[in-house]
């Protein structure tokens, strides 16, 4: 005798599609099925005309008719490891065109199971003799052993589904060896080697929505406690994000992950992370990273941000680091415009030169000694030479030492400039005399004169005062003398290289009437 199989589908409004069941059958297997639309028809409502299809080909459908409040219909046929979409269309007395669908799967073997559960559908049973005769009333919990499982009955063996919402207090599945098989009560395993599959308006493909109250409770809505061991090499992941998007419309946002926790409890929530990473090593241990950002991988062009922080409402640090661990940074800092660094102190490794770059006019202040209100800017030497350099043995004016100022180094008004040096003269009567050159412009340092073996030290400062405008005040300790200088209205080129140098002549041509002794140029702020 065939099997009978009633498909039954509840609706929770008329406006909603049938959910679907999944039945299976051997490909040697010739079956008979019942689509069943009692739940859909009025009272004294019949159904008039009856069909079934089926997608995609491959099964052998016939005998498809009428059965009281069902549709029957024989299958044969089919490919093991096919799924195959079942449709039965009727259409009634009061003009109603009628479907039922389910999802048959094909397969090498039927596995077996167990199910017990509360939640009722009240099942057709087959008659005494002939055809499945009218539903009869359930009764308790009993076994069967059939493509479809309705709740309160034990399925023995088969593949079955469930067309509705169960909450399910355990289940005890043996022996399945199909692809899409197995059901998860509290406890047990969610498998699926064929793949999940939701309806194309499904927000959500695996949604976790108890209500749950107790004391003193502590939940995960996701656990992985697997024991993972390979016998070659290997590795792992507890969570894998391999979504991919297609098509050229525009998408809103792409997350791999995503927290938007809620939180309305009225008592004192002690800690919130969106992530926490606290893992154990009882072996030997490799290099542990909490968070690592790779390089983007494919040939699309993007501009990479490896983290972005927003600002925030009770934003009180965007980065927090406890402890005496150092940090360790490779690429440049870029600090906005009215982003500060504050500092307690800094220790800068003498090992490799260190460079703390301001750009944009930017400045690096310290505390004015106690007057932290008070921060003053620090600058720093640029150039030195410590190379003793007299003039030749003629009686014109001879380079000793020179530096070239970089563009840019007096880019904002105030920006100041500290040049020194020093000196000496031979022990005779020559006249000598010595000037210093900032671009065009020349300043005595010695007046030409007669200085006898003496030493010289000189300092000048130059402001820029406006564009390509600057102050220069210099003095020149010679001996007991001082000679000062100050020009208000150098003009010198502040976005272009400046030459800076000393000059030395003597009336004599004796060599090493002047030796200059150093030459020392600094940035003040």
């Not at 003799?129 to 399925?155: E, F, M, Y």
Request: net charge neutral; proline share 4%.
């Amino acid at each position: 005798m065939k099997h009978l199989l009633a498909l039954l589908f509840l609706l929770a409004a008329p406006a909603l599609a049938d959910p679907r069941s999944l039945v299976a059958k051997t490909a040697a297997e010739v079956r008979t099925y019942r689509a069943e639309f009692s739940t859909k028809l009025a009272p004294g409502e019949t159904l008039s005309t009856a069909a079934c299809t089926a997608t995609p080909t491959g099964l052998t459908i016939t005998g498809v008719a009428i059965s009281g409040s069902g549709i029957v219909a024989t299958i044969a046929g089919g490919t093991n490891g096919v799924i195959y979409r079942l449709g039965c269309q009727a259409s009634t007395s009061a003009g109603q065109i009628l479907v039922v669908q389910a999802d048959l799967s094909v397969t090498a073997s039927l596995g077996g199971g167990t199910v017990q559960d509360s939640w009722h559908v009240t099942p057709t049973v087959p008659g005494a003799t002939g055809q499945a005769g009218p539903a009869g009333p359930a009764g308790p919990p009993g076994s069967i052993s059939s493509a479809v499982c309705t709740p309160p009955l034990a399925c023995a063996a088969g593949t079955w589904s469930i067309s509705a919402t169960p909450s399910f207090t355990s289940v005890t599945a043996t022996g399945l060896t199909a692809g899409r098989v197995v059901l998860v009560g509290t406890g047990g395993l969610l498998q699926d080697n064929a793949g999940l599959t939701f309806p194309n308006n499904a927000t959500e493909g695996l949604v976790v929505s108890p209500t749950v109250s107790g004391d003193s409770l502590y939940r995960h809505a996701y656990a992985d406690n697997q024991i993972f061991t390979s016998t070659t090499t290997g590795g792992y992941a507890s969570y894998d994000a391999m979504a991919t998007i297609t098509g050229g419309t525009t998408y809103n946002h792409f997350y791999a992950f995503q927290a938007r926790n809620i939180y309305s409890g009225g008592g004192l929530l002690s800690n919130y992370a969106s992530f926490m990473s606290q893992p154990t090593f009882n072996g030997a241990g490799p290099s542990v990273i909490g968070l690592w950002i790779r390089d983007a991988l494919g040939a699309g062009g993007i501009s990479q941000y490896g983290i972005q922080i927003d600002a925030m409402r009770g934003g009180v640090l965007a980065f927090y680091s406890v402890g005496t661990t150092p940090s360790y940074h490779a690429g440049d800092w870029q600090i906005g415009d009215t982003a500060k660094f504050k500092f307690s102190d800094v220790s800068l490794s003498r090992s490799v030169a260190k460079t703390f770059a301001l750009s944009d006019g930017g400045n690096l202040t310290v505390p004015a000694g106690g007057a932290a209100a008070t921060p003053a800017k620090t600058g720093g030497v640029i150039y030195t030479s410590t190379t003793s350099t007299g003039n030749t043995a003629d009686t014109n004016w001879d380079t000793l030492l020179r530096d070239t100022l970089p563009a840019s180094v007096l880019d904002a008004n105030g920006r100041m400039l500290r040049i020194t040096g020093s000196g000496i003269t031979a022990a005779n009567g020559n006249t000598k005399g010595v000037l210093l050159w900032i671009g065009a412009l020349s300043m005595n340092l010695l007046p030409e004169a007669v200085y006898n073996n003496v030493s010289f030290v000189f300092e000048a400062t130059v402001t820029r005062t406006g564009s390509s405008a600057q102050m220069i005040d210099v003095f020149c300790i010679v001996g007991g003398s001082v000679y000062a200088t100050t020009v208000t209205s150098a003009t010198n080129a502040d976005t272009s290289t400046i030459p800076l140098y000393v000059t030395a002549k003597s009336s004599s041509s004796g060599a090493n009437d002047i030796v200059q002794k150093r030459l020392t140029v600094e940035v003040l702020n």
